[in-house]
């Protein structure tokens, strides 16, 4: 009889453990719509989940480039539990979903990866309102119900062709040129191109073609197409942003966790989105060098022409106007984001274009 009792104690204390979701071993599926060898795959995936399995209980299924779930199709996959966590959830592929995310694509003077990473992971905890008692946060991320830490940035997102050399403001105009978001479009429109939009992974075969003459991308991230055999002239020192995203899971999934679990996913995650960041500093710098190598022209912005250089950064200003006024007649609070964005990224010693801080009514 005792012997009954005790075994009916024991479980009632599991099915308790059950319905609070604390059960401590988990197998979880993981999920890249990228290929293995990205930056924010090999070097951000793998080794969160790595470090996630050496510390915890916790085991994951992974899966690669898109084998699951594509590009764009996170949000849905996490919510309908066909994943348990995206890595990375691409916030720009999910149209009007993530409106304020594109904030680190807005253009920037003289930052880099580890800056931008440092900045965003402090948007992301700021405690300011930007909205009705929101957050940062709040707004993009807990009001759907998920929970999510930033990657690393790329490096910053250039100006580069396919040889055609842009040293003055009317080089631009008609050229085709790769945008892969929203942002971009509206900063190749103020330069005078002509934005098509498309995947990076569709790029190479577009200019192949000849389809475009040009692209925004980071130059660490050339290796992830194949495009550093294309791309042979690039204007440096002005970033056309950063493009961010992030790894989550939804707010269910992460209360099945335990404490200690939860504990140790946030600080593995934490450091690894820094040491990600590093990473793709490190391989930007060394795919630029060996482009240079093979015969590839980085011309810094301060070497162009007063002309250019003027037409470069009224078209980086006039783009943080236009993203704020656009979403802003949609009601979202994109100035108030943009504020503590631009003191983020001046705390980290990257600058402003010129009459941004202006605009935005910044004592600086």
Known sequence: MIKQTLQSAAGAVAIVALSLGSVSAQNLTISAGLAKHHFWVGAHMDEFADRVEENTDISFTR???????????????LDSGVIDVAAPLLAPYHEGQFPLSDITQLPTYGTDSEMVTRAFTALMDSDREITDGKTFY?????????????????????????GEELQEPDDFSGMPMRAGSALHTVVLEQLGVTPVTMPAAEAYGAMSRGTIDGIILSVGDWISYSLEELLTYTITDVAIGHWQSYIAMTEEQWNRLSEDQREHVDRIARDVTQANAQHIEEQDAQVREDAAAAGAEFVPVSELSEAMQNHI????????????????????????????????IIEQGGELPDGVADYLDLDV
């Open 313 to 344: 950064a009224d078209a980086a200003r006039q783009t943080w106007i236009d993203w704020i006024e656009d979403l802003e007649s949609d009601g979202h609070p994109a100035r108030e984001t943009a504020r503590l964005w631009a003191e983020l």
């Open 138 to 162: 709040d707004y993009e991320i807990g009001d759907k119900d998920l929970k999510a830490w930033g990657l690393g940035a790329t490096s910053a997102y250039v100006i580069s062709t396919s």
């Open 63 to 77: 899966y690669y480039a898109g084998e699951l779930v594509s590009i764009g199709g996170e949000r849905d996959a």
